[in-house]
């Protein structure tokens, strides 16, 4: 069975520091990685997202990502946050094969919070 | 181009009534899918449509609900019969060509059902 687990729920920070949010996977196919953020009230806005190549993905809003196959992680990172960063993060797993291809498995968020 | 637009935004309900959430995909996406998001926990799949065909409904809960995607309108979740625990948020999603590993997946802003 396949699941996303985010190891944080809350992430509180200050303003300008670096951030990371952790991203894990267990699946018993391949997977293509995408992070989401949501700010209140609102739907889900697609930062990044790995298909394949680069391990490495560059986002929109400073974001980006890295692809590490063995440990089965897809961390989330920017080297210095704002206050319009905090926002609700959620990592999503879809896999490339199988009958479920359809969907997307989210992990359960992480509430990152950015104190001025 | 408009994106993914749903309502109403929120919805009040009665235990037992019925609930209809409506979604519009953006212009040239042929796929639908639905999510849930209970307080505190990420994004559920539960069904994704194409136009006039239900290609995955296994996350739908079994008795009370259906969706529907016809030729010509938008594509409807319905929960009859509501009760407190289907009180969420509900988002739909949009994307060109569902079976493509590369689709990002467009989110609307969601409905939010209470029920009280």
């Known amino acids: 069975a396949q699941s996303v687990t985010q190891l944080d729920s809350q992430v509180p920070v200050f303003e300008e520091a670096p951030v990371e949010l952790r991203c894990n996977y267990s699946?018993?196919?391949?997977?293509?990685l995408f992070w989401y953020v949501q700010y209140p009230n609102q739907g889900l806005q697609l930062l990044l997202k790995?298909?394949?190549?680069?391990?490495l993905v560059k986002g929109i809003n400073g974001f980006e990502a890295e692809f590490n196959k063995s440990q089965t992680s897809f961390h989330l990172r920017k080297p210095s946050v704002h206050i319009s960063d905090t926002a609700e993060y959620f990592c999503a797993v879809r896999l490339d094969r199988g009958s479920t291809l359809g969907r997307l498995y989210f992990g359960r968020g992480t509430q990152l919070t950015v104190w001025p | 181009n408009a994106g993914v637009m749903q309502n109403p935004r929120h919805l009040v309900r009665r235990r037992g009534q019925e609930a209809r959430l409506r979604c519009s995909p953006m212009k040239g996406h042929s796929h639908v899918y639905w999510y849930r998001q209970l307080p505190e926990e990420g994004l559920k799949f539960m069904v994704y449509l194409q136009k006039e065909n239900i290609i995955d409904e296994s996350g739908m809960p079994k008795e009370r609900f259906s969706a529907e995607f016809p030729k010509e309108g938008p594509s409807i979740l319905r929960i009859q019969q509501v009760v407190r625990g289907d009180s969420a948020a509900y988002f739909c999603?949009?994307?060109?060509?569902?079976?493509?590993?590369?689709?990002?997946?467009?989110f609307g802003p969601g409905t939010r059902l209470t029920v009280l």
């Open positions: 999603a949009s994307s060109p060509m569902g079976q493509q590993s590369y689709n990002e997946q467009f």
């Open positions: 699946s018993s196919v391949s997977v293509y």
């Open positions: 790995y298909l394949s190549g680069s391990t």
